[in-house]
């Protein structure tokens, strides 16, 4: 027979040692998304501490986005030659000393240098700790629970930073969302080398410099583009030269990557049709869910008036979906197939963020609350199958490199979605009239139909690009045909 799904697998049952595994490398994955978010809403009693300019803040997210996305390549790469465990250990101690520095500064300059090496430490972790959790558990059931832990407390880790940074700066200091990361830093450093093994590629060929050097500046370059054109405008001569700049470096990363022995990236491995599609569909999913968030705030704050406290508190539904969303991915996917599982999730992010049209100026909070909900289980269920999708089918030495490129589609999807969006939802509110409570919910509609239909895109980027091979095979009793991930189709 044919068909592709596959049938429900066997519990994915965890060892002790393996859960404690779980902890440790998802913990740093909820740690640094936490981190990323955590500073946003206390930006403003920051600054006033510091002595900030107001059009100085966005520094503080800039800092910390610029090296954590840019860098995620070249060290997801070195962690495959120089050994996963101690990427991960170094990368840990680094985050750790920033976070301290970050909170005991005491002018601006000190903070964004505290900022930037924690986007360098970031970029270090991200990559070593996909590889080691992928590398550690066997490709199937295993592992696909564990990527929907991980994603559950990925986002959970974004999300719950809006709130966390609210709660912890009213009651005690922004300090504190800095500091809490150094005791778990301290516990993972310490744990790591008991629990986990040391993972590399045994034939840890030279690195290519050339290739890191332009890849690194082109990504650098693009974000800084992109998160220059929020506060500058799309048209203004930085962001355009950044993006020329990006452009031309990508171009020869390329060219170099075509001609070197040993390449840093393989571009066998990106013509694979799950790592490029794949991989898009993550940039969208990432990029619409952190933008829809920018736009909701926008929209209870200066339409409905509450407060930014309040206001994150009212996440929390998208919040606990998102959880529940990376719990129950892996027995979905077990149920109906990666491929399915992706599509249905970039559907209802998709149909959860268009339904947010219908907010209005007096209303509307239970619809927030339901379609917010409904979009981060989909969110999640589309997150846990991009990132199966783009890490399937290829050997253990090329994991750091699978893991970098889907983590550096993920990190520009979170630093785009917002910039795009909000430049969509104050041309909304300009053709309005005005920026009174009317005016601004008409921007934000038409930045929640923008996300709704890239994310539309996304899914059908997914049926038609990323649909699993059919295989036939003679019916067996209680089994079925299992799905494919087609990761040698180009």
């Not at 601006?108 to 090496?117: E, H, N």
């Not at 059931?141 to 974004?158: E, H, T, V």
């Not at 699978?402 to 983590?407: F, K, M």
Request: net charge neutral.
């Amino acid at each position: 027979m044919t068909s592709d799904t596959v049938s429900p697998p066997a519990k994915a049952r965890f060892t002790t040692r393996q859960w404690l595994i779980i902890a440790l490398l998802c913990g740093a994955q909820f740690m640094l998304a936490l981190d990323f978010s955590i500073l946003s809403v206390a930006l403003p009693v920051l600054g006033k501490d510091l002595g900030f300019a107001l059009s100085d803040l966005q520094w503080v997210v800039t800092a910390f986005a610029l090296p954590s996305g840019g860098l995620l390549l070249l060290f997801g790469r070195a962690a495959d030659l120089y050994g996963r465990r101690n990427w991960f250990i170094v990368g840990m101690a680094l985050f750790t000393v920033a976070s301290l520095a970050g909170g005991l500064a005491t002018t601006p300059g000190f903070l964004l240098a505290a900022r930037a090496v924690q986007g360098v430490a970031a970029a270090m972790l991200t990559p070593a700790a996909m590889s080691l959790l992928t590398t550690n558990f066997a490709e199937g059931a295993q592992r696909d629970r564990a990527l929907g832990i991980n994603g559950a407390l990925l986002s959970l880790g974004f999300l719950s930073g809006v709130v966390l940074g609210g709660v912890i700066t009213e009651l005690t200091s922004w300090r504190v969302t800095l500091f809490i990361s150094v005791p778990v830093g301290v516990a993972a450093v310490i744990a790591a080398p008991i629990l986990i093994k040391e993972s590399r590629n045994e034939e840890t060929p030279r690195l290519d410099i050339l290739g890191a050097l332009t890849v690194t500046g082109g990504l650098l370059s693009v974000i800084y583009g992109v998160t220059s054109a929020e506060r500058n405008g799309w048209g203004a001569a930085t962001t355009l030269i950044s993006f020329a700049a990006g452009a031309v470096l990508l171009a020869a990363f390329f060219a170099v990557e075509s001609r070197v022995a040993a390449p840093l990236v393989d571009l066998g491995v990106l013509r694979r049709r799950t790592v490029s599609w794949g991989n898009t569909t993550g940039l969208i999913t990432f990029a619409m869910m952190t933008g829809m968030v920018f736009l909701l705030t926008l929209y209870m704050q200066k339409v409905r008036g509450m407060t930014p406290l309040d206001a994150g508190f009212s996440f929390a539904a998208l919040g606990v979906a998102a959880v529940l969303g990376g719990a129950f991915a892996a027995r979905i996917i077990g149920r109906i197939g990666v491929h399915r599982a992706l599509v249905y999730g970039l559907v209802l992010q998709a149909a959860s963020t268009a339904v947010l049209y219908l907010l209005d100026t007096d209303g509307g909070m239970p619809l927030l609350l339901v379609a917010t909900a409904a979009g981060g289980f989909g969110h999640l269920l589309a997150v846990v199958g991009y990132m199966i999708t783009a890490t399937s089918g290829l050997p253990d030495h090329e994991q750091g490199l699978a893991t970098g490129l889907a983590y550096t589609g993920q990190q520009l999807g979170v630093t785009v979605g917002t910039p795009i969006l909000a430049t969509v939802a104050a041309s909304g509110i300009e053709s309005a009239g005005g920026s009174g409570p009317a005016a601004v919910l008409h921007g934000v509609q038409g930045g929640l139909l923008t996300a709704a239909a890239a994310l539309a895109v996304a899914a059908v980027i997914a049926v038609a690009f990323l649909r699993p091979a059919r295989t036939t095979a003679a019916p067996v009793a209680g089994t079925a045909a299992a799905e494919t991930v087609p990761a040698d189709a180009h």
